[in-house]
């Protein structure tokens, strides 16, 4: 479950899962409403080549369940709250993404899976890379051979 404190200052720390990092983005506010960004080489640690909004999700069902072979993606719950579960073939731990300024690192040869979408969930991904077939695992199986865990 999520058990990091991220406090309210921008930064980002460790999980227990190889790799995943879990960032507070910058947030300010003023009578004109809020804003929270993020950069790629800096709050974002990639370049961003593309993005792509998952919304609608009835909250029973599960998106995800893959992993990517080079692939990068910061996902940001900017409406609602979602769930991920990332797992590295050893470490598998849950998040609660429900707040705009927080974002979840996923790098390469990691498992994941988004549920428990709530009713007005809007999450949007950003990737590293153009969309590409090839660069999808999708059997867990096959993810832990690749990971060299079995």
């Known amino acids: 479950m ?3 404190e991220l406090g309210n200052d921008a930064g980002s720390v460790a999980t227990s899962v190889r790799g995943v990092t879990l960032h507070r983005l910058p947030q300010f506010q003023d009578l004109r409403g809020h804003l929270t960004f993020g950069e790629a080489g800096k709050q974002i ?3 961003i ?3 792509f909004l998952v919304y609608d ?3 029973r069902h599960v998106r995800g369940e893959h992993a990517h072979r080079t692939l990068h993606q910061l996902l940001l719950c900017v409406r609602g709250s979602c769930r991920v579960t990332a797992d590295d073939g050893v470490a598998s731990e849950e998040f609660l993404l ?3 300024s927080i974002g979840l690192h996923i790098p390469p040869m990691i498992w994941s899976a ?3 979408y709530s009713d007005d969930a809007m999450l949007l991904v950003l990737s590293s890379d153009y969309y590409d077939s090839a660069d ?3 059997d867990y199986a096959e993810f832990r051979k690749l990971a060299g865990l079995i």
Do not use: L, N, T
């Open 2 to 4: 999520f058990k990091h």
């Open 45 to 47: 640690p990639f370049e």
């Open 49 to 51: 080549k593309r993005y």
């Open 57 to 59: 999700v009835p909250g």
């Open 98 to 100: 429900d707040h705009p």
């Open 114 to 116: 988004q549920h428990q």
């Open 136 to 138: 999808y695992i999708r």
